[in-house]
C-alpha cells in the first residue's frame, strides 16, 4: 500500500529507509532482518508538511553513509519511507471519477487545495481508487489521495542521490506499516513516531480515514482525547465498532494502553508485528515495506 510515488522507478530498490526526527533507519531488501539505525541530532530533520524537513542536509547525507556505505560508483536504488506528518493524506469521494489522469489529477489538486499549506499546482499527488462500498446509498466513487510539497521531497531526496543512492518509491510511514496488518472488517492503526500521532481507519482492505495529528505531551489522556472523536466518527459513518485496533510506537507504555482500550471500547488491541523486527516509532513503515516486497 505504497501511493506516494514519484517518477522515478529504476533502478529497483536494493536498500529502503525509513526516516524520522530521531534518525534514519536501513535495510537491504535482498537482507530484511539485518537492519541499521544511525540516530541524527535534534534539529537535523524537522517534521513539516510547510517547510524543508531535512535542516541539515550533510549530517543526513553522512548518516545515509555510515549505514549504507557506497558500493564503487554504482547507482543503487532506494525506497524512502517519509515521516507520516510531512504529506496530507485524504479520503475523497465524487459523484464521478475522470478516466484520463491529467483530469483525474487536476480535480484532487482542486480538491484538496483549502487543506493543505502549500502550493497544490506544484505538488506531487499520488492516488489510489477504492472499491465502492457495499449497500444502498454507497455509489460514489472513493479515491485514497496522499498528497506532499515537491520540495519538500526534493530536499528529502537529495542527501540520498549525494550518497549514491538512486531514490525511487516514496511513500510514507504509516501507508507502508498497512502491509503489516491482517484486514479484519471495521479496524484501526493507531502509530505514534515522537510527538506525531496517525491514525488510519479501514474496512477491509479500504482505507476510511486518516488522521495525523501533532500532539503536546504523549500522556494516555491526550492520546484518548485524539480516539475518542475517531470512534464516534466510525459508530456514526460505518454504523460499527472496530474490531481490531493494531498499535505501534508507544514503547513501554504499549502494554498498559492495550489493556486500557480493551477494557473502555470492548476491542481487541495488538501490537504490529513483523516477521523480521518489532516495529517501533522509527521503522514501522521500513518494515511493513520489506513485508511486501518479501517472497
Known sequence: MSFLAN??????PTHVFE?????????????????????????????????DNVQQPFVVQEQ???IAPPNGHRKRGAALILPDYCARVAVLDFDAFPDEREE??????????????????????SF??????????????????????AEIVGRYEAPFR?????????????????????PDDISMLVKLSGRILSILVLDESSVRLARCVELDDNRPEDIESILHPTLAYIEDELKATPRRIWFSGFGAQGAMLAQRWQLEWSVTVEALRSRFGAPGPNNAGLLGYLESVAG
Open 19 to 51: 526516516l524520522s526526527e530521531e534518525g534514519i533507519a536501513c535495510a537491504r531488501v535482498a537482507a530484511p532482518e539485518e537492519q541499521h539505525f544511525a540516530g541524527l541530532e535534534p534539529g537535523a530533520i524537522l517534521i513539516s508538511p510547510a517547510h
Open 104 to 125: 483525474q489529477l487536476a480535480l484532487l489538486r482542486f480538491r484538496m487545495k483549502k487543506s493543505v499549506p502549500f502550493d497544490v499546482d506544484s505538488a506531487i499527488v
Open 7 to 12: 517518477l522515478l522507478k529504476d533502478p529497483p
Open 162 to 182: 549525494a550518497a549514491g543512492f538512486q531514490p525511487g518509491l516514496v511513500t510514507t510511514s504509516s501507508l507502508a506499516a498497512l502491509n503489516l496488518m491482517q
Open 64 to 66: 545515509i553513509r555510515s
Open 128 to 149: 489510489a481508487l477504492q472499491p465502492r462500498r457495499r449497500g444502498p446509498g454507497h455509489d460514489k466513487v472513493e479515491v485514497l489521495a496522499a498528497i506532499m510539497a
